[in-house]
């Protein structure tokens, strides 16, 4: 029998990398193979030529599993082995990018001689836990690019990790059932996380799910479904008694809706390829970047978004989509045409306390209205007071009171309050008026270009005036190609009022219809 000392000699721990000799069973390899860690990945190396035969990346991998191999010949036997999981990119011209599961076993030198499987396991399970740990720490070292006050946190792969899935059957074209069972489900077995599935019943119950469910016994929350899922997630979040740690929750978009822009933005934020594979391992991987979401306040009732508010075209399109629902996103481009075809206006006026480093992307000239430039040098001369504009670090909530019932938004009054002279006023016709959180309208349109992820403020996306439907089509094509669109501004802004002038056409927020009445946000920044 080999003894166990003999095979753990062959680990070695130079300079934080882990080497030892074994041997391939899958892809099949004949001579013995020298598996290392390099400050990359994981290679499998030829011992006589030195030859690479083999490499997995970090953020390919997604589980490492002991396992039970069998063996067939003249006899029958079985040895234990290493099954090493990963989902590297490939390509084809008809699908695009995609990812395509990968499993290479490789079994002990000892298990040639007369080895125990039980000492064999032992030898294994020291090799799982010291490639895990390789894979952490490379997670923690690729992350630098972040920005210092992003607090980015990695889930350590050794810890036995569970998550909520919320599954939105009725999302998208209604296929989320089946795109989990096959796409989400699998990876999430290979990275042997446990999960708890909760397929919604009717509009609202994620909200409630998520404002009483025990967050205690999960390490995140997977939305199975659109940007609609997500808002009603983060509402059931704030809901809670406990919501200053809850909103903490990691949140997961896989992208089984139509328009899908947050799990856009963030697959883009992380530089990854728009696809359902990525997003998944996201939640395998454990990283997570603060964002931020508003808090909002109508006339009948408070509530949170992550996305966007809208009214004018942008709004009445998506309503008029959800009747070509079973198109997928190329329902929100034929409900736009028609939308643009009529060229609905509407009469608001706007309200808004401008961002500390807000600048004009572009000016246009309401009739009879000054110009943003005469604005913007009005605004500059205003004494702004700390409360008003804090500091990047500071948080614009009120922490003095650690029991309270909903955040402290302390830029918003009531609407019977005459607001204060930090507040810049604007009256006229608006074809759109979109403040979002993220600069994604649906995944293949960027309507606010340099919008930053959890900068702290809120872009005002506006067509201000009566615009051509020229103009229109001219401004979508603009978003498809991710650029500016000329004759649309966008104003960074900590809050905003904007009071209708009647009830016409509908105000969506995050994807769900409300009544058109008063509104007013503040950004509560890094909150989620």
Not at 303 to 326: P, Q
């Amino acid at each position: 029998m080999a003894s166990l000392d003999m095979a753990e000699d062959t680990i070695q721990g130079q300079e934080g990398s882990f080497e030892t000799r074994v041997r391939l069973v899958s892809p099949k390899h004949s001579e013995p193979i020298k598996m290392k860690t390099t400050q990359t990945g994981i290679t499998f190396q030829s011992t006589t030529s030195n030859a690479i035969v083999l490499e997995i990346n970090f953020t390919d991998l997604v589980g490492i599993k002991c396992v039970k191999i069998l063996e067939t010949g003249l006899d029958e036997f079985e040895f234990g082995g290493l099954s090493v999981i990963s989902y590297p990119e490939a390509y084809s011209y008809f699908r695009g990018s995609y990812r395509v599961r990968t499993e290479t076993l490789v079994k002990t030198v000892a298990s040639e001689e007369e080895s125990s499987y039980t000492d064999e396991k032992k030898i294994l399970v020291k090799w799982r836990i010291e490639l895990l740990r390789r894979v952490h720490s490379y997670l923690l070292s690729s992350l630098e690019y972040f920005d210092v006050d992003r607090s980015v946190e990695v889930v350590d792969p050794l810890k036995n990790r569970k998550l909520l899935v919320v599954l939105n059957p009725v999302s998208g074209k209604g296929v989320c059932a089946k795109i989990y069972e096959e796409e989400v489900l699998p990876i999430f077995e290979d990275a042997e996380i446990q999960v708890d599935v909760v397929e919604t019943k009717y509009r609202g119950h994620a909200r409630d799910l998520a404002k009483n469910y025990d967050l205690s016994a999960i390490q995140g929350i997977v939305c199975v479904g659109g940007d609609g899922t997500v808002h009603e997630v983060i509402n059931g979040l704030m809901g809670r008694a406990d919501w200053r740690s809850a909103i903490k929750m990691p949140i997961c978009p896989i992208p089984c809706g139509s328009g899908n822009a947050l799990a856009k933005t963030a697959l883009k934020e992380a530089g990854e390829e728009y696809y359902i594979a990525n997003s998944v391992l996201s939640a395998v991987y454990g990283a997570y970047i603060p964002f931020d979401i508003a808090m909002a306040q109508s006339e009948t009732e408070t509530l949170y978004f992550f996305m966007s508010f809208s009214w004018g075209i942008i709004a009445d399109s998506d309503i008029e989509s959800e009747r070509f629902r079973f198109l997928g996103e190329a329902r929100f481009t034929l409900a736009g045409l028609k939308c643009t075809l009529i060229n609905k206006v509407y009469q608001g006026t706007l309200h808004y306390i401008p961002f500390r480093e807000y600048q004009v992307q572009s000016v246009c000239e309401p009739i009879g209205l000054e110009s943003f430039r005469e604005i913007e040098e009005s605004v500059r001369k205003k004494p702004m007071m700390g409360v008003i504009c804090p500091q990047p670090q500071q948080q614009q909530l009120d922490t003095t009171n650690e029991i309270e019932e909903t955040p402290n938004a302390n830029l918003l009054e009531p609407f019977d309050h005459q607001l204060s002279e930090n507040w810049v006023k604007l009256d006229s016709l608006f074809t759109m008026f979109y403040p979002t959180l993220i600069p994604y309208l649906t995944r293949s349109m960027k309507i606010a270009p340099d919008h930053a992820m959890g900068g702290g403020y809120i872009s005002l996306v506006m067509g201000v005036g009566h615009k051509s439907r020229i103009g229109i089509l001219t401004a979508i094509r603009s978003w498809e190609k991710e650029r500016h669109a000329p004759d649309v501004d966008i104003i960074k802004v900590e809050a905003f009022r904007f009071v209708p002038h009647g009830r016409e056409g509908v105000f969506t927020v995050d994807g769900e219809m409300y009544p058109v009445q008063s509104f007013q946000a503040q950004v509560l920044k890094q909150l989620g």
